[in-house]
């Protein structure tokens, strides 16, 4: 599985980006997906993930309520749309899918084996 993340920028705080994550695979559809960030001089830190099938999803507090991840197996992409974005929110945004297949969508990066390049977003106060 290959990922690629795009849609970042620079926006305003208040503002709202949409982030895709395209895949290639044909069996992408059965691999959970988590969008992970990382603030300039942090570490990488969770977002939110989505389960293979959809119906299970999972966001770190502070973006309950503003993010939404979502996906779309029938073109290989994983969204996640963010909303009332916040300076600190400014970071690096990268997608990844499970090891393994059927997965539930977890929190710890080290579930993840496939990682794909990440997409800035800076937002401005």
């Known amino acids: 599985v290959q990922l690629q993340a795009s849609g970042g920028g620079l926006v305003q705080a208040g503002g709202s980006l949409r982030l895709s994550c395209a895949a290639s695979?044909?069996?992408?559809?059965?691999?959970?997906v988590g969008w992970f960030r990382q603030p300039p001089g942090k570490e990488r830190e969770f977002v939110a993930a989505?389960?293979?099938?959809?119906?299970?999803?999972s966001y770190v507090d502070s973006v309950k309520g503003r993010f939404t991840i979502s996906r779309e197996n029938a073109k290989n992409l994983i969204y996640l749309q963010m909303n009332n974005l916040s300076p600190e929110d400014t970071a690096v945004y990268l997608c990844?899918?499970?090891?393994?297949?059927?997965?539930?969508?977890?929190?710890?990066?080290?579930?993840?084996?496939?990682w794909g390049q990440g997409t800035l977003v800076t937002v401005s106060s």
């Open positions: 695979g044909r069996t992408f559809s059965r691999y959970a």
């Open positions: 990844a899918a499970e090891r393994t297949l059927y997965g539930l969508g977890q929190q710890d990066p080290r579930f993840y084996g496939y």
């Open positions: 989505i389960s293979w099938s959809g119906d299970r999803t």
